[in-house]
């Protein structure tokens, strides 16, 4: 089965650190751009950054530049959210998403992120 | 940024009823656009990629239309698991960006 599987949320102060992970299984994470989506409690959904197959075009929104580093590990079939300097306003459920351009674009459950103190 | 301005917010629709919403970008995006489902508490589900491809399982009572700047998603007739949020996805710039969602209810 093709499966996103995030992991690392929780509840974080503000200024504090948390890094998220996404694992795919059931295919190869490699072949796809990946993507960060976020959804803030009871709001739309909000496109967080981007990363390219080879991990050497990197893209962020303006509200998260400077602050979070998208990443990926092909090898272990793995992508990555470092998220530092974390403001009340980073409070969502966020979600990894591969493929959003393509016939099998698929998207992780998400995983919680409270900053409060 | 690309804006995308999606209609109406909500919707008050009965079973069998056919619908349809809207998403305008504020410039051309030719047909790099999704159209996604979420029920409360799960994840987004992808009904539909270049604007009018039909994913893999989603019933085809989904349709969607257009390209550039102005873009439908149809639901021939409304089905009692249908009544959710929608959304749209434009991924022809960065950043991307989502219509700001379609509730739709039960009438």
């Known amino acids: 089965e093709v499966q996103l599987v995030e992991s690392g949320g929780g509840l974080v102060q503000p200024g504090g650190s948390l890094r998220l992970s996404c694992a795919a299984s059931?295919?190869?994470?490699?072949?796809?751009?990946m993507h960060w989506v976020r959804q803030p409690p009871g709001k739309g959904l909000v496109w967080v950054a981007r990363?390219?197959?080879?991990?050497?075009?990197?893209t962020y929104a303006n509200s998260v530049k400077g602050r979070f580093t998208i990443s990926r590990d092909n090898a272990n079939n793995r992508l990555y959210l470092q998220m530092n300097s974390l403001r009340a306003e980073d409070t969502a459920v966020y979600y990894c998403?591969?493929?959003?351009?393509?016939?099998?674009?698929?998207w992780g459950q998400g995983t919680l992120v409270t900053v409060s103190s | 940024d690309i804006q995308m301005t999606q209609s109406p917010s909500s919707l008050s629709a009965s079973v069998g009823d056919r619908v349809t919403i809207t998403c305008r970008a504020s410039?051309?995006?030719?047909?790099?656009l999704g159209w996604y489902q979420q029920k409360p508490g799960k994840a987004p589900k992808r009904l539909i990629y270049?604007?009018?491809i039909l994913q893999s399982g989603v019933p085809s009572r989904f349709s969607g239309s257009g390209s550039g700047t102005e873009f439908t998603l149809t639901i021939s007739s409304l089905q009692p698991e249908d009544f959710a949020t929608y959304y749209c996805?434009?991924?022809?710039?960065?950043?991307?960006?989502f219509g700001q969602g379609t509730k739709l209810e039960i009438k």
């Open positions: 059931g295919f190869t994470l490699s072949g796809y751009w």
């Open positions: 990363i390219n197959s080879d991990g050497t075009t990197i």
């Open positions: 410039q051309g995006i030719r047909n790099d």
């Open positions: 996805l434009q991924h022809n710039g960065f950043p991307h960006t």
């Open positions: 998403a591969g493929g959003l351009s393509t016939s099998s674009g698929v």
């Open positions: 270049a604007a009018s």
